[in-house]
C-alpha cells in the first residue's frame, strides 16, 4: 500500500505540473488583457505599461510561468491582480461552501441514481425501465440553469418550502444539492443499472438464489457491492467536478463556492484566482479517484492495489 500510494503522489504530482502548464500557457495567449482590467478604460499607455511591468507580465511565457511555479512548488497560489488578496486565502474562505455542496450533491446523486440504477436492472425490459432510463436520459442532458430555475420557482417562490436563495443553514443547502442530484443522477442510474445486470448473470448470483436466500439479501448483500464498484470510480471525478464546474447552480442559488469565484475571475481576467481554481479542481480529480482506488479493495477484497 506504501509503494502504491508513493507512485500514485509522484504520478499526481506530474498530473498538477501538466494541468499548470496548459492552462498558464492557454491564459498567456488569452486575447483579453488583465492589465486593461486593472488599470481602467481611462488609463494612460504608460500607467498600462506600469503595472504590466510591476506584474511581470512583460516578461516571456518561459519566465512567467518559471516564477509561478516556482511559487507554487512553496505552496503559493499568488496574489489577485483585482482584490489585492492571496489566492489561497480566497479559495480557502470558500471551501466550507463548496465542501457542503458537494457532499451534499453526491449524496442526492447517489440516493437518486443507484436507486433508480438498481430498479431498472431488475426490471429489465419491462415499461418501468424504459421510463427510468428516459428519465435519466432527461436529467443527464437538462441544463443547469434551467433545473436550477426551475427547482427555485417550485419549491422556494410558489411553495415557500426553501429560502430563494443564501447559505448558512441546511434550508439553504437542500435545493442547490438536490439540484445537483437531479443533474448527475442520470450518469449513476445508466453506470448501476449496466454494473448491476452484468453481476445479477454471474454464477454466484444463481447459486444464491437456488439456496432460496431473499431476493433483497441477494441484491443488496451479494450483488450491490461488486455492481457498485464503477460508480465509486464515477464519484472521485465528480469531486473535481464539483469544486469549479457547478458555476450556473451556485450563481442561481446564490452559493458562494468556489465556482462562483471562477466565475468572477474569469469575467475580470484575474488569472492568478483563475490558475488557483484549476489547480484546486485538478487536485479534487486527483484525490478523489485515489481514495476511489483505496476504498475498493475494502468493497471487493479480490481487488488489489499494484
Known amino acids: 500500500m506504501a509503494a502504491y500510494l508513493i507512485r500514485r503522489i509522484l504520478q499526481a504530482a506530474l498530473i498538477l505540473i501538466g494541468v499548470s502548464f496548459i492552462t498558464f500557457f492557454l491564459l498567456y495567449v488569452l486575447p483579453a488583457d488583465p492589465v486593461r482590467q486593472i488599470a481602467g478604460r481611462s488609463a494612460t499607455a504608460e500607467t498600462v505599461e506600469n503595472i504590466r511591468r510591476q506584474l511581470g507580465l512583460d516578461q516571456p511565457f518561459i519566465v512567467q510561468y518559471g516564477r509561478y511555479l516556482a511559487g507554487l512548488v512553496q505552496g503559493d497560489l499568488g496574489r489577485s491582480y483585482l482584490q489585492k488578496t492571496e489566492v489561497a486565502a480566497l479559495i480557502a474562505s470558500r471551501l466550507p461552501a463548496t465542501l457542503q455542496l458537494i457532499l451534499g450533491g453526491i449524496l442526492c446523486e447517489l440516493i437518486l441514481g443507484l436507486t433508480m440504477g438498481i430498479a431498472a436492472a431488475l426490471l429489465r425490459g419491462r415499461i418501468a425501465d424504459q421510463a ?99 460508480v465509486i470510480a464515477m464519484i472521485g471525478i465528480d469531486i ?47 484525490l478523489g479517484n485515489l481514495l476511489a482506488d483505496v476504498i475498493a479493495p475494502f468493497i471487493d477484497p479480490r481487488i488489489r492495489l499494484r
Open 132 to 230: 427510468l432510463m428516459m428519465t435519466s436520459f432527461i436529467t443527464v442532458s437538462a441544463p443547469q440553469f434551467v433545473v436550477s430555475l426551475l427547482m427555485l420557482y417550485v419549491f422556494a417562490v410558489k411553495l415557500g418550502w426553501f429560502p430563494i436563495g443564501g447559505y448558512g443553514t441546511f434550508a439553504h443547502l437542500v435545493l442547490p444539492a438536490l439540484t445537483l442530484g437531479i443533474l448527475g443522477s442520470g450518469w449513476y442510474s445508466r453506470m448501476m443499472r449496466s454494473s448491476m445486470i452484468d453481476v445479477l448473470r454471474t454464477d454466484y448470483i444463481r447459486t444464491a438464489r437456488a439456496k432460496g436466500l431473499r431476493p433483497a439479501r441477494v441484491v443488496l448483500r451479494h450483488a450491490l457491492p461488486n455492481a457498485v464498484l464503477p
Open 240 to 286: 473535481g467536478i464539483f469544486m469549479g464546474g457547478i458555476v450556473v447552480v451556485e450563481s442561481v442559488f446564490g452559493w458562494p463556492g468556489i465556482g462562483q469565484l471562477a466565475w468572477q475571475a474569469i469575467q475580470r481576467v484575474d488569472i492568478p484566482i483563475i490558475m488557483g481554481v484549476t489547480l484546486v479542481s485538478a487536485c479534487a480529480i486527483v
